[in-house]
Structures are given as structure tokens and as C-alpha cells.
């Protein structure tokens, strides 16, 4: 493989993997997890929304994205169930354990080798439009960055927006930088006072990904290793991290019957 970033490159060896026109963007849809909380054997990434199952609205919305058209979706739990469902126009790659969403991206690894950037996505967020994923994929290439991700900021956690109080807090410096992600099991008092959250929409440069994706420990409250903790080996490395501002109601997942309820009431204009 070309290593893109090296000094002593001929001119045909090099290509600017942040131009547009150029460069190979990547999609990987995270949907390994058993939907236990929702009171149902299915992987939690079939169970039904709007008679179609959580991760194809998803889908549908990849379809006007400015990057591969063939995204990978890692599952593990009934795998052979999930790729039945949705079929052969998809990419897959394995997670034998669930060990948390870092754990995940890396079982992609091989699947996903082409790409200069990747972006990651989780298969229950059904609300998350193109335009989003394009936002994502526009303001990595436009800033050159390391990592990007979508924040979201809310007035409050009341009514609907109580299920973006279990999403991890944005953590920035008195600059307004970004140090890091905090999940709600591992935050502080202070910390869950925080506002901005985290939905895990995020773009990495692929080399930098694969290389940091290792080094994830899993010394946390769930034992696992967590994709945001990327974030902080970005700051410890002095890499770019950019971010821009979305819409929460796009950020909104389903982990209980509860919010999959309030997404069936979101998708009927209801909510307050």
C-alpha cells in the first residue's frame, strides 16, 4: 500500500487524498448488538420501525451520500439473520465478541482496506439524514483533518431530548477545543452538566484510524473499547480535529422500546 504521507514521494506516487475528486470515502455501519432492551430476540438493528427494520432507514440515506455506495455493515449477533434480511448489495465484516464500538471499527478493518477515509455510523440512529453524512464528509476533507465529528447541543434533556442525556459529553477547553468525550457511566456530576453531546457520527482519515484502533484501552466502566476515546489520542497527538453543529433530532437512537416509540412519534410530528 502507498503510504500517502511520505516525504520522499515521486510525483506519480502522490495523490491529495483530501480532494474531493479524489478522494475514496468508505462507510461503516456498526449493527453487531442484540436488541435486549427492546424486549425482542432480533439483533436490535432489525427490529422495526415503520415496518422497516431500524438499520434500513439508515441505508436509505447513504444512498444520496457523496462517498461509496456499497457501505460495510459489521454484525455479529444472528449474522447470518441480518445479512439474509438485507441482502447482497452490502459489504460485511464480523465482530465474534462485543467489545465495544472501537472493537468494532477494527473488525472492518480488512473489509475496508480501500478507503482513504472512513466514516462511522450506527445502524439504530434511523433518523440521520444525507445531508448530515455529507456535512460530515464535506467539512473533513474542506478542514484536512485527522477525525470529524457532528456535536449536538440541547437547552435542556426534557421531553424528547432526555434520550441525549445517556450520550457522551463533549468536553472542551476554556478555547472552546475540543479535549474529549466522556461517556455518561464514566462522567463526573460536573461533567453530565454538560450540554453538548456526542452521537457518534465521526469521519477519520483511514491510515491514522488503523493505526490508533490498537492502542484503545478498555479500562472504563463497561470494560470496553470505546471509538470516542479516540478523540483524546487525537489531542494527545496534536492531530486536527474538526466539528460542526446538527440538528438533534437526527442524532436521536433507539435502545429501548420506549425510544423506539418516540422515533415512531417523531416520524408523525407529535413530539414537542
Same mark, same amino acid.
Given at each position: 500500500m502507498v503510504d500517502y504521507f511520505k516525504t520522499d514521494m515521486t510525483t506519480t506516487e502522490f495523490k491529495d487524498i483530501y480532494d474531493p475528486g479524489t478522494a475514496k470515502v468508505g462507510i461503516i455501519i456498526l449493527g453487531a448488538g442484540k436488541g435486549k432492551r427492546m424486549e425482542s430476540d432480533l439483533p436490535k438493528v432489525l427490529v422495526p420501525l415503520y415496518g422497516q427494520p431500524l438499520i434500513s432507514h439508515v441505508l436509505h440515506s447513504i444512498e444520496s451520500v457523496t462517498a461509496d455506495a456499497r457501505p460495510i455493515l459489521v454484525v455479529g449477533y444472528k449474522a447470518e439473520l441480518v445479512k439474509e434480511t438485507l441482502g447482497p448489495n452490502y459489504r460485511y %465484516?464480523?465482530?465474534?465478541?462485543?467489545?465495544?464500538?472501537?472493537? %468494532?471499527?477494527? @473488525?472492518?478493518?480488512?473489509? %475496508?482496506?480501500?478507503?482513504?477515509? =472512513?466514516?462511522?455510523?450506527?445502524?439504530?440512529?434511523?433518523? =440521520?439524514?444525507?445531508?448530515?453524512?455529507?456535512?460530515?464528509?464535506?467539512?473533513? /476533507?474542506?478542514?484536512r483533518a485527522t477525525?470529524? &465529528?457532528?456535536?449536538?447541543?440541547?437547552?435542556?434533556?426534557?421531553?424528547?431530548?432526555?434520550? &441525549?442525556?445517556?450520550?457522551?459529553? =463533549?468536553?472542551?477547553?476554556?478555547?472552546?477545543?475540543?479535549?474529549?468525550?466522556?461517556?455518561?457511566?464514566?462522567?463526573?456530576?460536573?461533567?453530565?452538566?454538560?450540554?453538548?453531546?456526542?452521537? *457518534?457520527?465521526?469521519?477519520?482519515?483511514?491510515?491514522?484510524?488503523?493505526?490508533? /484502533?490498537?492502542?484503545?484501552?478498555?479500562?472504563?466502566?463497561?470494560?470496553?473499547?470505546?471509538?470516542?476515546? /479516540?478523540?483524546? @489520542?487525537?489531542?494527545?497527538?496534536?492531530?486536527? =480535529?474538526? *466539528?460542526? *453543529?446538527?440538528?438533534? &433530532?437526527a442524532a436521536l437512537g433507539a435502545n429501548t422500546k420506549e425510544e423506539l416509540r418516540l422515533l415512531e412519534q417523531i416520524l408523525e410530528g407529535v413530539t414537542g
Open positions: %465484516a464480523i465482530q465474534t465478541e462485543q467489545l465495544g464500538t472501537g472493537h %468494532a471499527v477494527m @473488525a472492518a478493518r480488512e473489509v %475496508a482496506a480501500e478507503y482513504d477515509h =472512513i466514516v462511522v455510523l450506527y445502524g439504530d440512529q434511523p433518523h =440521520i439524514p444525507a445531508q448530515v453524512i455529507n456535512e460530515l464528509i464535506a467539512t473533513h /476533507l474542506q478542514e477525525m470529524t &465529528l457532528m456535536t449536538v447541543t440541547v437547552p435542556d434533556f426534557d421531553k424528547w431530548r432526555a434520550a &441525549l442525556a445517556t450520550y457522551g459529553r =463533549i468536553v472542551r477547553n476554556d478555547a472552546g477545543d475540543i479535549l474529549g468525550i466522556v461517556e455518561k457511566k464514566d462522567a463526573t456530576p460536573e461533567q453530565l452538566l454538560i450540554r453538548e453531546v456526542n452521537p *457518534s457520527f465521526f469521519c477519520f482519515r483511514a491510515s491514522w484510524l488503523w493505526e490508533q /484502533l490498537p492502542l484503545l484501552k478498555n479500562k472504563n466502566a463497561q470494560g470496553e473499547y470505546y471509538l470516542t476515546d /479516540l478523540v483524546s @489520542a487525537a489531542v494527545s497527538n496534536g492531530d486536527k =480535529i474538526a *466539528s460542526f *453543529s446538527g440538528d438533534a &433530532l
